[in-house]
């Protein structure tokens, strides 16, 4: 793992510093606290076992999947922007659930003195996200328990589709510093949840961001993106299954169903990015 990420990393036991061993393959705080390297780059920082798996192997392979078949690169279009607009480059970026590190790593590419670091708590996401940049390391950690890094040591925090924990992005978010949160809105994906029986996005969706960060976090500017998206029906599958729908769904049911949709269909993509500060104090 790169030291210039390494330097940003907290003990999750006693928050002190960490730092490489000799051979390479762990982290070490001056109290002896030893986290091991996963041969895949990664490394856990969940101070035990973590409370849940979060996505499933096969949840993260179709992320993978969508991803890169561009049609949310809308999205990270809209965080670079935000991020060249907010924050300086030589920084860190830290993504808390990060999932492969996509958006992420398109942030470290316009910001080319930055480093970043990707948070999950899904190991097959981190064996991805690990590998998704140079400039980029990879760590295991429950965003409800705590973040390992050290008090104000990120520059930039991206939240996209993501739990959030206001006191703890505060915590690591640097006086100047930027968060950046994304989430579906009302609409997004309408067209497939009726046919598709997908769950719907709350409608209460907004309210619950704003109090998950009340206090902590004062708001800048809100932004509205949406586009159409012409989706085949291999994007569709992709789409669904690395969802939550893909946890409530029969595979079975969802299959037949999407084999009876247009090859390609019009999809609507709507999304809100808010652009936050931390509050005084």
Not at 127 to 153: E, K, Q
Not at 172 to 186: I, M, N, Q, S, Y
Not at 245 to 267: E, F, K, N, Q
Request: charged share 20%; with cysteine.
């Amino acid at each position: 793992m790169l030291a210039e990420v390494i330097r940003y990393l907290r003990c999750p036991v006693c928050a002190l510093p960490l730092a490489g061993a000799a051979d390479g393959r762990a982290l070490r705080c001056p109290r002896r606290h030893t986290f091991d390297i996963a041969r895949q780059g990664y490394v856990n920082l969940t101070a035990g076992r973590a409370p849940h798996g979060g996505d499933t192997p096969e949840m993260v392979a179709a992320r993978d999947e969508f991803l890169r078949s561009g049609a949310y690169d809308f999205i990270s279009a809209a965080l670079v922007a935000a991020a060249q607009a907010t924050v300086p480059d030589g920084a860190l970026v830290v993504d808390a659930g990060a999932g492969t590190g996509y958006h992420l790593a398109a942030v470290l590419d316009a910001l080319p003195d930055a480093v970043g670091v990707a948070l999950d708590v899904a190991k097959p996401a981190l064996r991805r996200a690990a590998r998704v940049h140079p400039r980029c390391g990879a760590a295991l950690a429950d965003t409800w328990t705590g973040l390992p890094l050290a008090d104000g040591a990120a520059s930039l925090l991206l939240n996209v589709f993501a739990p959030r924990n206001g006191g703890e992005f505060r915590r690591v978010l640097r006086e100047e510093g930027a968060l950046l949160v994304v989430t579906p809105a009302t609409d997004h994906l309408a067209e497939l949840i009726g046919p598709l029986g997908l769950l719907r996005v709350d409608p209460e969706k907004p309210a619950r961001v704003a109090g998950s960060l009340a206090g902590h976090f004062t708001p800048v500017r809100t932004e509205s993106l949406r586009r159409t998206l012409w989706l085949s029906r291999a994007q569709v599958r992709a789409l669904v299954a690395m969802g939550p729908s893909a946890w409530h769904t029969d595979p079975g049911r969802l299959s037949a169903a999407i084999d009876t949709l247009p090859d390609p269909m019009a999809v609507t993509a709507a999304v809100t990015l808010g652009v936050y500060r931390p509050a005084p104090g």
